[in-house]
Nanobody, 113 residues
């Protein structure tokens, strides 16, 4: 039973990345799913959350209009499309299922010129 993130990397300011979080060993279709991030020296913060059916979505103010969370329950996958990236978006990004102990190992996103 695990969540595995991928898609991180180094990107220039203004660039885009799409993160994926694949669940294995369980079905995430009935679960609320979230993306968190943690920058060096800072606390982990919630970035985005999506309901099980995808109809209810919330974002932290700092990413509204730039990030899009989505899910494909048939593929057991949650995504985070990130556009107009800024240096302050640099962090390790984690997916998780709130209310459970299910967390991924994280994927590093670095925004730098």
């Amino acid at each position: 039973v695990q969540l595995v993130e991928s898609g991180g990397g180094l990107v220039q300011p203004g660039g885009s990345l799409k993160l994926s979080c694949v669940a294995s060993g369980f079905t995430l279709s009935s679960l609320v799913m979230s993306w968190y991030r943690q920058a060096p020296g800072k606390e982990r913060e919630l970035v985005a959350r999506i309901s099980s059916g995808g109809g209810v979505i919330t974002y932290v103010d700092s990413v509204k209009g730039r990030f899009t969370i989505s899910r494909d329950n048939a593929k057991n996958t949650v995504y985070l499309q990130m556009r107009s990236l800024k240096p302050e978006d640099t962090a390790v990004y984690y997916c998780c299922a709130p209310g459970t102990t299910l967390w991924g190992q994280g994927t590093q996103v670095t925004v730098s010129s």
